[in-house]
């Protein structure tokens, strides 16, 4: 009940999806929490009802693309609490039809990406930091993505903009572990928010399916179970970390099939 009471945590991108679990679990763990989100009705919606339950929750306005607009959450969330011990910068996002392979990649989405899923991971860090210091310590969680360690086809700037979010992981905890400042990342695979949902036909559900160790499907609390961790005293030995959780997807060596059907068919001409 109470894994992180008394800390002030700061989530972007709180209004849905990953940020939303995170959120709640966070309040309903003990944690004062502030909703930021460009989707300040979904924020509020989210605040709402925790509060309706008993637990201490506020929203602001949030452009993550935007450092005025990141420097005023932080504020905010001190104003507010009177100081800011957990920061997760969740924020991420590309757009399947512009991020697409080197040559092919829309050079506004290149930039508009490393923006919004890494520069806001620099600025949130970097606006947090002195009021860590101030608290005597803190936590810092990125949301990076299995993308950031596995190649593909297209999504260029998204991997990019994702493997840059878990070295700064690395950075951060280096360079701010002797203030107590822990900073660590989760990266997931795929992961059924509602956004998810809706952009994913049963068919490529299917193809996800058959590449998971584990017979089923991450979800939104997946996610906020291990960021609840990561914020809390349980983890304070743990620094610099990405915490890859995706179901056994991305484990085995996608030759196994093919070399299966060879090994055997070496056995059936012996
Ligand atoms: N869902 C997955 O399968 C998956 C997998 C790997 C990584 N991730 C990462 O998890 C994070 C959250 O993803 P999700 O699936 O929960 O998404 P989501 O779309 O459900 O939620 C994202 C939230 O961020 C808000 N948001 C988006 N852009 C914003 C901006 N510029 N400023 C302020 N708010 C903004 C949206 O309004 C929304 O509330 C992202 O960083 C994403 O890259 C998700």
């Known amino acids: 009940m109470n894994r992180v009471k008394n ?27 502030v909703i930021a989100d460009f989707n300040i009705e979904g924020a509020k919606e989210a605040a709402q009802s925790l509060v309706k339950e008993g637990y201490e929750a506020s929203v ?4 993550a693309g935007d450092a005025k607009s990141i420097e005023a959450a932080v504020e905010f969330t001190v104003e507010q609490y009177g100081s800011l011990t957990v920061l997760f910068n ?19 989405e290149w930039d508009r990406l490393v923006n919004v899923n890494l520069k806001s991971v620099l600025l949130g860090s970097r606006f947090a930091i002195p009021h860590m210091q101030k608290a005597g310590g803190g936590s810092i969680i990125n949301n990076a993505s299995m993308a950031a360690f596995a190649s593909d086809q297209t999504r260029t700037a998204y991997g ?12 951060i905890a280096t360079q701010y572990g002797k203030d107590k400042i822990r900073c660590n990342a989760v990266a997931p695979g795929l992961i059924l928010t ?11 559900l299917d193809i996800y399916s058959k590449f998971n160790a584990l017979p089923y499907h991450g979800e939104a609390d997946d996610i906020g179970y291990a960021v609840v961790f ?9 620094t610099g970390q990405t915490l890859q959780i995706e179901g056994g997807h991305y484990l085995a060596n996608p030759t196994i099939a093919d070399t ?11």
């Open 7 to 33: 800390k002030v945590a700061l989530i972007t991108g709180g209004a849905s999806g990953i940020g939303l679990s995170a959120a709640t679990l966070l309040a309903k763990e003990g944690a004062k929490v």
């Open 60 to 63: 602001i306005f949030l452009d």
């Open 90 to 108: 969740n924020v991420g996002l590309t757009n399947l039809r512009k991020d697409l392979d080197v040559v092919n990649i829309d050079l506004d």
């Open 160 to 171: 990019a903009t994702k493997a840059g979010v878990a070295n700064m992981t690395k950075n």
């Open 194 to 204: 509602p956004a998810a949902k809706s952009n994913m036909p049963q068919e490529m």
């Open 230 to 238: 990561l914020a809390s005293d349980e983890s304070k030995f743990m």
């Open 260 to 270: 299966n059907n060879w090994v055997a068919s070496l056995q059936n001409k012996a």
